[in-house]
């Protein structure tokens, strides 16, 4: 079946848009994202160093940590609001897809990562919350930090275990 063209598209677009909620639930959430990164810059600050927030199109909102350990072997982890599935997920990133694809391979065996096929964007894309309260901050915040600490340390182990 052949896809919609552009201009067969725009009236559902225009749809979406024209009450206003689509912008506003998408700022809500790109400013959960942003506070997120604040408090990360400032909990994790001696163990990582943590970057701007980035924008996928419409369908990722996400920022990075890096530390010593990660930046010598070219990799980087990422919070990531993903808008399609409205949850957060961290995922393990190459420098480069030279980096992703050797990782990928490397860590085949591992729970996380898809054996059929890399994804486009990382290495691979675990789970961190998927069913976040958006009323709450707090406690998404609590909970967001506290499976952070909890992946992040199984990542690292994993990845000291493949080497």
Same mark, same amino acid.
């Given at each position: 079946? =052949?896809?919609?063209?552009? #201009?067969?598209?725009? =009236?559902?677009?225009?749809n ?5 909620? +689509? !912008?506003?639930?998408?700022?809500? +959430?790109?400013?959960?994202?942003? #506070? /997120? ?16 927030? @980035?924008?996928?199109?419409i369908? %990722? *909102?996400?920022f990075?940590l !890096? #530390?010593?350990? @990660?930046?010598?072997?070219? /990799?980087? &982890?990422?919070?990531? %609001? ?8 961290l995922? @393990? +990133?190459?420098? *480069? ?6 990782y990928?391979?490397? /860590? ?15 290495? %691979?894309?675990? =789970? &961190? &919350? $998927? ?7 707090k ?7 506290? !499976?952070? *600490?909890? /992946?992040?340390?199984?990542? %690292? #182990? *994993? $990845?000291?275990?493949?080497?």
């Amino acid at each position: 079946m =052949p896809s919609k063209s552009l #201009n067969e598209r725009i =009236p559902a677009y225009r749809n979406a848009l024209s009450s206003g909620e +689509l !912008q506003k639930t998408h700022e809500g +959430l790109v400013g959960i994202v942003q #506070n /997120l990164r604040t408090e990360f810059s400032k909990k994790y600050k001696s163990e990582f160093s943590v970057a701007n927030v @980035l924008h996928g199109y419409i369908d %990722f *909102t996400y920022f990075y940590l !890096q #530390n010593d350990y @990660l930046k010598k072997k070219k /990799l980087k &982890l990422a919070i990531v %609001f993903n808008h399609k599935n409205a949850n957060f997920e961290l995922w @393990l +990133l190459g420098q *480069t897809k030279d980096v992703q694809i050797f990782y990928w391979i490397k /860590l085949k065996e591992v729970k996380w990562v898809k054996k059929e096929a890399m994804p486009e964007y990382s290495i %691979f894309e675990a =789970p &961190l &919350l $998927l069913a976040p309260d958006f009323d709450n901050s707090k406690k998404l915040s609590e909970s967001i930090h506290s !499976q952070f *600490t909890a /992946l992040s340390h199984e990542i %690292f #182990n *994993t $990845l000291e275990a493949y080497e």
